[in-house]
């Protein structure tokens, strides 16, 4: 797909960079079936062809290699025999290095997973995904197969989920051959009127000057927006006919454009892009990028720039079906290897459908972690939680 096209070639500018990774990490307290747990992360590999794909050139195309072997390696970690603040360091240790070890897109499995255990009823179990094959609707779809997987397993029964109608790469197969010439002019005259003259690069007052080669090296920053003025924020889109999404995208452009003291202010932002009901149940790199571009001038109310970031995002998603990729190729804006094209901001409201995991006889919960990779200047992820709504910063730490 374009999207894979992209992160393929990302790879080859940068060689073993982990910064496409999707890393977790999962605590599971009870009683524990290794084999079940095995044998669910096999099927889930046996089901989607997307995560035993890997990707070569042949006469100077790349190309989807899809293996037949699903046996997915299953490395157990013993840190039973460690006292209890020893096990948390090294926990957090090995998470960490786990986010960090680089995907080879040529060989590797486009899934890893590790087991670390601490005693007879806890484990860590360490799960990393590489972004060409996954986002985040996937990781949904995942929990849900390995929730129904492992309990039919535990209990001696065959897998309940019925087969997959199609699979990746006939999705890849199809966006190459529906964008033609005429969608693609449709699409792209939006774009090219809607991006015209647009700055090359949002200047933040940063801590650092600008490496002359972008680097993805990052952290993060994590706080809560309370459940009162989340019910406020809620309350006061539904009387502006607007969504959570757009609210939080004027509030977030209005901090921008004073921080930076542009009006023109451009923010890159992910879209499912699942069109069809046949790809909803698939794992892959499906997710679109949106350039949505504001312009605040001086004398506007908020409620006035709050029209305009809605429109700009309605007129966006009717012309979601251009892959970024192709938007960046045919604009063909300057190009720099200090900053990433057309934004360096991304806005993210993570709101995809996602299962609870359940695994018979187990609690869990996921531990944070940090990969310590920034894909962008900045970037504010915004997340729907019961105690009102979870915010993270993740920034790129060579300039903040």
């Excluded at 970690?77 to 957090?92: F, H, N, P, R, Y």
């Excluded at 040529?106 to 179990?125: C, F, G, N, P, S």
């Excluded at 590489?130 to 997987?149: K, N, R, T």
């Excluded at 000057?209 to 539904?238: D, E, K």
Aim: aromatic share 10%.
């Amino acid at each position: 797909s374009f999207a894979q096209q992209r992160l393929w070639f990302l790879a080859q500018l940068e060689p073993g960079n982990p910064f496409y990774n999707i890393p977790g990490a999962i605590r599971l307290q009870g009683q524990l079936n290794q084999q079940a747990l095995h044998d669910s992360l096999n099927e889930i590999l046996r089901r989607h062809e997307v995560l035993r794909t890997n990707f070569q050139t042949v006469a100077g195309q790349v190309i989807q290699v899809i293996s037949s072997v699903t046996l997915i390696s299953f490395p157990i970690i013993d840190l039973s025999e460690l006292t209890g603040e020893e096990q948390e360091a090294l926990v957090k240790q090995l998470a960490q290095t786990e986010a960090q070890q680089p995907f080879n897109l040529e060989t590797d499995r486009m899934i890893r997973a590790k087991l670390l255990r601490l005693d007879q009823h806890e484990h860590v179990l360490l799960l990393t995904f590489h972004h060409i094959a996954s986002d985040g609707w996937s990781i949904g779809v995942f929990v849900s197969e390995l929730s129904a997987l492992y309990c039919a397993f535990c209990n001696g029964q065959i897998s309940p989920l019925a087969e997959l109608p199609i699979q990746y790469a006939d999705f890849a197969a199809w966006q190459t051959q529906w964008l033609t010439a005429d969608v693609l002019d449709s699409q792209l005259a939006y774009w090219q009127n809607q991006l015209q003259g647009v700055p090359a690069v949002l200047e933040l007052p940063t801590d650092y000057p600008r490496p002359a080669i972008q680097t993805f090296r990052g952290a993060n920053y994590t706080f809560q927006i309370s459940p009162q003025l989340t019910v406020a924020l809620q309350n006061f889109s539904q009387q502006q006919g607007c969504t959570l999404f757009m609210t939080m995208l004027a509030a977030f452009n209005t901090l921008l454009s004073r921080y930076s003291g542009s009006e023109d202010i451009v923010v890159g932002s992910p879209i499912a892009n699942r069109n069809h009901a046949q790809i909803e149940e698939l794992i892959g790199f499906f997710v679109n990028t949106l350039v949505l571009r504001t312009k605040l001038e001086s004398n506007l109310t908020f409620e006035q720039l709050l029209t305009q970031v809605r429109e700009v995002a309605l007129e966006a998603y009717a012309h979601q079906d251009l892959p970024f990729e192709l938007l960046v190729e045919k604009l063909q804006p300057q190009r720099s290897l200090s900053h990433t094209p057309l934004f360096q901001v991304m806005f993210v409201l993570q709101n995809a459908p996602h299962s609870e995991l359940e695994l018979q006889g187990l609690d869990w919960n996921v531990l944070e972690s940090d990969s310590s990779t920034a894909k962008f200047d900045l970037t504010l992820f915004v997340e729907e939680v019961n105690s009102g709504l979870k915010a993270t910063f993740e920034y790129n730490t060579d300039l903040f």
